[in-house]
């Protein structure tokens, strides 16, 4: 087996491992984000925020390794980040 043929068939299991880790990480900090934004007493709403992220991180972990196409694996940890992102941007800066 030569170095390319090793480095095609890896390339997938790269992309679902940085996914778990980093994408679970991004979408985990967005939820934080988003209930830190969501609630008045923002200590409490983080502290919330933060024991959900643990499953919210174990979530993404498990769908990045499902049996879905990897765009598909990547769309669905990068838009609702995305959503969640936008959405506490809106809340913080419609609050004031």
């Known amino acids: 087996m030569n170095a390319g043929r090793i480095t095609r068939r ?14 679970g990480y991004l979408l985990a ?3 934080v984000v988003f209930c830190g934004a969501l609630s008045t007493p ?3 709403a983080v502290l919330v925020g ?11 972990a498990i769908w990045a390794f499902s049996p879905v196409a990897l765009s598909r694996m990547w769309l669905g940890i990068v838009v609702p980040s995305a959503m969640l992102a936008v959405a506490a941007f809106v809340l913080m800066h419609w609050r004031g």
């Open 10 to 23: 890896a390339a997938p299991f790269v992309q679902r491992l940085l996914a778990a880790v980093l994408g």
């Open 29 to 31: 900090s967005a939820w």
């Open 42 to 44: 923002k200590a409490e």
């Open 50 to 60: 933060m024991q959900f992220s643990f499953a919210i991180h174990v979530a993404a």
